[in-house]
């Protein structure tokens, strides 16, 4: 077993393996978006809720090859953010870490509640603050434990996850294209019937991405893991590229058959589980136990998906204190290799997630997904901006590093605008706006944070790298002007 070992006793076990790694990405990006929130996006733009699809697949895909390139390279604590100081600077580094630790804050306690919610199907009167108490309670254990059996756990539950959809993209192939016992084939027709494909044209279908794009939050996770790895080089461009495949095919498939199946307009909106379009293609041919069934996986779903979003954060945070960029609690672990204050902290959106059930604010899920976004939109730009600036470093460099990311740097700008073009939606989309309005703010308080506490003065681990990787590339192309022949430098 090996192990990154620090001066400070913070201390990480590298015992990830690519599979983990990959469950680990599914986990965090197949969450309750996929099974509820999909209905609220079918119901926007009908049929060609499919493209909206399609165009945020392809955005994910980018951003998860750009950043696995990158990875691959710098397996370092960090991450992302440790990328962002490494090639734009450290304040970008400071922003893409805190924002997306955060946002996925926030995230284990929309998920959490969602998951308290879902228990009430089997016990009605079960005060939701409790359910939320309950459900905390098993993530914050199992992230206690060693990363390798919290990869263990974590990889039982994306497997559930995996299989319910495999079972029910392959259910849904038979009632379009075969047809099942006292069910007929349905075909295609409800692609362009009940308004056409496109019923409410095609700025609808971009409004939708904002609802759509959420679910592929989680591709980052694997690059979060890294440090954690194995063979960190190998298990991320495996584990990335599963990831992206995967995602697009369950994405795309399952909704294909949602509206194909189904007409678009009984694509409810309600956060109510018998609204779910999953529940409502069982229902169609009767099966009696569809709620039930749908009910077991959302909440699979939604506890897998805090249990990643709780590792990512903490693993972040841990990095944050180690760059000195958060309270030097944060830094130390467990004889376990766990940031045991850091999952303390993480674990704090479960309290926001408990109050506010308490208080009897409506639609939690809805309002905090609605505020995390934000961060993890900053985040990703963030990325992209990285990238090109690694591309350029690399490209300085002959033999320094294969790129393999498809389409390099103009792969990366039309990322940028996709996600712009999301972002763009806050002009007519309300919880949009709500988390346009509300992450803005949070990146003033960053900065006058970053400001106020002298952080800018101060010179973080990743930019001592950066230093000393910038001075190695100018070593080497002086002592290849001097000498085109390597031999000849030998034999000098």
């Known amino acids: ?7 400070s006793g913070a201390d990480l076990r590298r015992l990830l393996g690519h599979r983990q790694m990959t469950m680990l990405g599914l986990g965090s990006a197949l969450g309750t978006g996929l099974f509820l929130g999909s209905g609220a996006a079918i119901s926007l733009a009908g049929p060609a809720v499919i493209v909206a699809y399609v165009i945020c697949a392809a955005t994910a895909g980018t951003i998860a090859a ?7 390279r710098y397996p370092q604590r960090g991450a992302f953010g440790a990328l962002c100081a490494r090639f734009l600077s450290p304040f970008a580094g400071y ?8 946002a996925a804050i926030i995230a284990v306690g929309s998920e ?10 089997w016990w009605p009167g079960l005060p939701l603050w409790m359910g939320v108490a309950a459900v905390a309670g098993i993530l914050v254990t199992i992230n206690l434990f060693s990363v390798g059996s919290f990869g263990a756990v974590e990889f039982v539950l994306s497997s559930v996850k995996v299989i319910a959809l495999s079972l ?17 084939a349905v075909g295609v027709g409800n692609l362009t019937e009940h308004g056409g494909f496109v019923p409410h044209g095609w700025q609808a279908v971009w409004e939708s991405m904002s609802i759509v794009i959420f679910g592929f939050v989680g591709i980052e996770l694997i690059a979060i893991s890294a440090p954690e790895a194995r063979d960190p080089q190998r298990a991320i461009k495996t584990a990335m590229r599963t990831l992206t495949w995967r995602l697009a095919f369950f994405y795309l498939t399952s909704i294909a058959i949602v509206v194909c199946v189904m ?4 694509a409810a909106v309600g956060d109510d589980l018998r609204s779910s379009p999953f529940v409502q293609v069982f229902g169609t041919t009767g099966v ?36 000195g960029m958060a309270p030097r609690l ?17 674990a704090t959106g479960t309290i926001a997630a408990a109050a506010l059930t308490m208080a009897e604010v409506s639609n939690i899920y809805v309002l905090l997904t609605s505020v995390s976004i934000f961060g993890v939109l900053v985040t990703w730009l963030l990325i992209l901006a990285s990238y090109l600036r690694f591309r350029d470093s690399v490209d300085d460099t002959a033999g320094l590093q294969r790129c393999w990311a498809p389409a390099g740097k103009p792969a990366a700008i039309l990322g940028i605008l996709g996600v712009l073009a999301v972002v763009a939606t806050a002009s007519t989309v309300h919880t949009m706006t709500m988390s346009i309005a509300i992450g803005l703010p949070f990146l003033l308080l960053l900065a006058v944070v970053y400001r106020a506490t002298g952080l800018h003065e101060r010179r973080p681990a990743t930019a001592d790298m950066c230093a000393r990787d910038r001075k190695g590339r100018r070593r080497e192309q002086a002592e290849t002007r001097k000498s085109p022949d390597p031999h000849a430098a030998v034999d000098a």
Do not use: H, Q
Request: net charge neutral.
């Open 168 to 184: 029910f993209i392959l259910f849904g192939f038979l009632l379009v294209f075969v047809g099942v016992p006292d069910f007929d």
């Open 263 to 266: 007409p678009w307009t009984e």
């Open 330 to 346: 944060l830094r130390f672990t467990s004889r376990r290799g766990v940031p045991v204050a850091a999952v303390a902290l993480a």
């Open 95 to 102: 922003v893409a870490r805190w924002s997306y630790s955060v």
């Open 1 to 7: 077993m090996k192990t990154i070992t620090d001066p």
């Open 66 to 72: 750009c950043l696995a390139e990158m990875t691959a």
């Open 112 to 121: 959490v509640a969602a998951a308290a919610t879902y228990l009430r199907y």
């Open 288 to 323: 009696p136990t569809a709620a039930a069934i749908t009910n077991v996986l959302v909440l699979v779903a939604a506890m897998s998906a805090a249990n990643a979003n709780m590792y990512g954060a903490t693993r972040l945070i841990n990095s944050l204190a180690l760059d």
